[in-house]
Structure formats: structure tokens, C-alpha cells
């Protein structure tokens, strides 16, 4: 069921993307002029999305670390309790 909610949220993002290429009305005004509205919009989507793939990228590895770190934390224990119950 939450795969489904997820899905349905991706889409709707999706059809508002095109909404989305929007800038300031002067900045839109001052491009179109000189016809590089296109470039502006890409360069602004550019600039807005390196953090987010820089934060995902550091999030992902975290929680890699940790869950190796809790992995090896359990297998100590269980060793621990091994050898003490003997």
C-alpha cells in the first residue's frame, strides 16, 4: 500500500514539473528578451538539485555505516553471551 501512495506522489510531481521551469517575473522577462529563457530555467534546476543529490549521496552512506556498525555490535554480543553461558 505505501508503494502505491509513493507511486501516485512521483506522478503528481511529475505533472507539475512543467510548472516548475519558473523563475522571477523580472528574470523571466529580462530572458525571454534575449532568448536564453531555457538556459536560465535548465541553470536554476541545475543549481537547486546538486544538494539534494549531495545530501542523498551522504545520507545513503551513513546509513550504511551504521547498519554495518550495528551488525558487527550484535555479533559481538551474541559472541559475549556465548561465552559467558559456558
Known sequence: MKAGKYVWL??????????????CSM???TAEEGGQAGGLNSGILYL???PYILFSFIAFFWYRHSKSESAKKEQLFSFLRNKLRK
Open 27 to 29: 528574470c523571466k522577462k
Open 10 to 23: 512521483v506522478l503528481a510531481l511529475m505533472l507539475i514539473a512543467d510548472v516548475s521551469f519558473g523563475q
Open 48 to 50: 537547486m538539485s546538486v
